[in-house]
């Protein structure tokens, strides 16, 4: 069983700060990471992906990976309140499907 | 008009009753998924196919199966649902091209309660 676990909030943050969501995988066969957004009541959407060691930014985002501790980051800078939702990690391997995190739900106050 | 279009949205049904929910894509993916969600547990997966001719059991397959009547359709059933069978389901695509697993393209998702 491969086995996604993510800080399990709820995350409350600050319009403006920085919203910091964590997760770890036991698969050290992953090759791909996923961090999808889903509002409440909505299908997740892909809000980044990172395939290598390091940092990947794109706009407000960022995703850290650091695969010697199976660990995944993302990091949302000015936070807004159209941030507030729920953040799905998900890892997947050779085998062709992604294993979920059970989401971290980010509460950005106005 | 949505990539990937799930019906019924929302379905209320007895235990016992048989039940379909139906998928279909205009995205030309050959991959196709059903996860089921519940609160505090994540995605799950039931059943995957990465062609015509390719099914496979995912980690929660039990009480389920599922039909690939083309590239663009897939189907679940479950053939005498229960109670503990009540979420969201949710039908995803990806494509073949994509290096390892590749983004998952998500329909918006059937809202199942047993009775």
């Known amino acids: 069983q491969k086995e996604v676990e993510q800080n399990s909030g709820p995350l409350s943050v600050p319009e403006g700060a920085i919203a910091s969501l964590n997760c770890t995988y036991s698969d050290r066969g992953s090759q791909s990471f996923f961090w999808y957004r889903q509002y409440s009541g909505k299908s997740p959407e892909l809000i980044m992906f990172?395939?290598?060691?390091g940092d990947k930014e794109d706009g407000r985002f960022t995703a850290q990976l650091n695969k010697a501790s199976q660990y995944v980051s993302l990091l949302i800078r000015d936070s807004q309140p159209s941030d507030s939702a729920t953040y799905l990690c998900?890892?997947?391997?050779?085998?062709?499907?992604?294993?979920f995190g059970a989401g971290t739900t980010v509460t950005v106050r106005a | 008009d949505a990539d990937v279009t799930q019906t019924p949205r929302n379905r209320i049904t007895k235990t016992g009753k048989r039940i379909m929910l139906e998928c279909s894509q205009t995205k030309g993916h050959d991959r196709m998924y059903w996860y089921r969600q519940d609160p505090g547990l994540g995605l799950r997966l039931i059943y995957y196919s990465f062609d015509v001719k390719d099914i496979n059991k995912g980690e929660i397959s039990d009480g389920y199966s599922v039909s690939r009547q083309a590239q663009a359709k897939f189907s679940l059933s479950l053939e005498s649902a229960i109670p503990n069978q009540t979420a969201l389901y949710f039908c995803a695509t990806s494509d073949l091209g994509r290096p390892n697993t590749g983004e998952l393209f998500f329909g918006e998702g059937s809202r199942l309660t047993v009775l």
């Open positions: 990172i395939y290598s060691n």
């Open positions: 998900a890892c997947g391997s050779n085998d062709y499907k992604l294993s």
